[in-house]
């Protein structure tokens, strides 16, 4: 076994991969980027120490939001970006030992024996890294509960860096995430207190979520119901793929009267439903559809593409020239966009210049898809959705937020939607919408029978609906409103958005289209038993047990 890793959905066998990753990252990126959690918990050590000791240690936040995101799958495959990341901890950990040694601080002396502090010598890293594999927690429900954490802090941190990115911060979550790091260390930690921390990680998946959300609408407005055009037009165009949009932002204003259009692919769609974006005459639309794709379609693009966060799939040598990367994202030999100094915005220019030399993207679709409807849009509909709750119109709201993925299983989602009876309305948000957002299935007395909410992190906006839902028709309890819970998961935003909503108390969530081979039986069994949480089956075994619909076959 050269590396070890089960942390997204599609783990090799349903287990781990163990040779190279299904994602695309070899034996090296993966066994770097295990040192790298493994430095960036020894950063949180210090950093705890230090701030009891009076230190601020700003930095140290943005250290370990920033390492966290950049192990989240298929965000970075650059081993010397990693590396330096690696050197920048150790850097890191230094300073703060010697601030700490300046004011006197009696260090505990078991840390300076510690496994997590590696040699500093750059070329032992490898080597050194398969000493700090998580399969050394040798207690199976340890390490399950363990990589539980680690994984919710993962997609805590892609979060966080968003709405740093737009001068928005929580230092309860950076304090969390330090906490938390720090107790994947310890040796004799019980299951209990995992079981606690992982739930207090849902608490804060909330808080982060709710912080994003603020920041973007802060920012950007408030999303609209938005009619998005899928077709092209018949300039040169650059495509943004991702998640940030302070990087839609900027790239929007710096192409503004150069002669190329800007699209969104994935997980970007939910840009143009922003009131702030509308007015660029150049944004005119998304290409493609969900992450997995991107072969295909980054090809038939023609233009050059901008990869601004995870969801970066190795790409193949005839576009790989027009793939750019920026912020935690980056693969080895693929130009590399710095980030933002003093003040002032990334440059895009050099993109901007590509884009202008290569031909118009091929079309490979037309139409428009509708959008927009994040919690503010949906509750500003909330007399007409109770109204149709209450004459039976609305019998069911279904939840199918989450990833999409290359799993041929994954069709179920499609099935699955298409079968739902006319009386029911999807609740969606993040890229598992492309399995069924381009459906034609009609409304309910004017009210889609999709509806949208944006990005994966806009779940959040779904919770905040179930909520009000809750005080509308005066229940006790979330679990009372006529909302079932079918979501697909791949990575770790996927894992905060799911603790996030057993913190919230919902229960029954369907989960697929497997479990997470990070989760042991005995885990498992806890999330069974306390939020009767399940896996898929059938889609008419499912569509029969979560909502009482039964298929009749001609």
């Not at 032992?124 to 990589?147: C, F, G, H, P, W």
């Not at 069924?436 to 990005?455: M, T």
């Amino acid at each position: 076994m050269s590396m070890f890793c089960y942390q997204c959905q599609e783990a090799a066998k349903g287990t781990g991969c163990t040779k190279v990753g299904v994602c695309g990252k070899t034996e090296e990126v993966a066994n770097l980027q295990d040192l790298l959690i493994y430095v960036t918990k020894g950063v949180s050590i210090y950093t705890q120490i230090g701030r009891q000791n009076g230190l601020e240690l700003k930095n140290s936040d943005k250290y370990v939001f920033e390492s966290l995101f950049i192990t989240i799958t298929n965000a970075n495959f650059d081993e010397s970006k990693i590396t330096l990341k690696i050197s920048e901890g150790l850097k890191l950990r230094d300073s703060i030992k010697s601030e700490l040694l300046k004011k006197g601080v009696d260090i505990p002396a078991n840390l300076h024996d510690s496994a997590l502090w590696v040699p500093k010598n750059e070329h032992s890293y490898v080597a050194k890294s398969l000493l700090v594999s998580i399969l050394n927690t040798e207690d199976e429900d340890i390490r399950s509960l363990k990589e539980l954490l680690v994984y919710g802090l993962k997609g805590m941190a892609a979060y966080a860096e968003h709405a740093f990115n737009l001068g928005f911060e929580n230092n309860a979550v950076f304090d969390f995430m330090h906490k938390a790091l720090v107790a994947t260390t310890s040796n004799d930690i019980s299951s209990d207190e995992l079981v606690a921390l992982v739930m207090e990680c849902g608490k804060y998946g909330v808080d982060v979520m709710a912080l994003l959300d603020k920041a973007n609408t802060e920012s950007y407005g408030y999303p609209e119901i938005t009619k998005v055009n899928i077709g092209v037009q018949n300039r040169p165009g650059i495509l943004i793929s991702g998640h940030d949009l302070k990087d839609m932002e900027e790239l929007l204003k710096q192409t503004e009267g150069t002669g190329v259009d800007v699209y969104t692919h994935s997980e970007m769609l939910p840009a143009h439903y922003y009131p702030a974006f509308k007015k660029y005459k150049h944004f005119v639309g998304n290409y493609g559809n969900a992450w997995w794709k991107q072969k295909e379609e980054f090809e038939s693009f023609n233009g050059p593409v901008l990869l601004t966060t995870n969801c970066l799939v190795p790409p193949k040598e005839s576009y790989k020239n027009r793939v750019y990367t920026t912020g935690a994202a980056g693969f080895s030999g693929v130009k590399h966009i710095a980030d933002r100094t003093d003040g002032k915005p990334k440059d895009f220019s050099a993109i901007i210049e590509h884009a202008k030399k290569c031909e118009p993207p091929t079309e490979i679709e037309k139409g428009e898809i509708v959008g927009g409807f994040a919690h503010n849009q949906v509750l500003q509909l909330a007399d007409k959705v109770v109204g149709a709750v209450k004459t039976g119109a609305i019998k069911k709201f279904i939840v199918m937020a989450g990833c999409d993925g290359r799993m041929k299983g994954r069709e179920y989602y499609t099935e699955f939607a298409s079968k739902l009876p006319q009386d029911s309305v999807i609740l969606t948000a993040g890229c598992a919408k492309y399995r069924y957002n381009k459906l034609q299935l009609g409304d309910i007395g004017g009210i889609p029978r999709v509806l949208d909410a944006g990005q994966c992190n806009d779940s959040y906006s779904l919770a905040v609906i179930a909520l009000k839902l809750k005080e509308v028709f005066q229940l006790n309890d979330i679990n009372e409103l006529p909302i079932v819970y079918n979501i697909a998961w791949y990575e770790q935003k996927a894992v905060i958005v799911l603790l996030a909503l057993l913190y919230l108390g919902v229960k029954k969530i369907h989960l697929g289209p497997t479990l997470p081979a990070f989760l042991s039986p005995n885990v498992a069994k806890v999330l069974v038993d306390n939020f009767s949480i399940g896996s898929i089956a059938t889609v008419d075994e499912d569509l029969k047990e979560m909502i009482g619909h039964e298929i009749v076959n001609a």
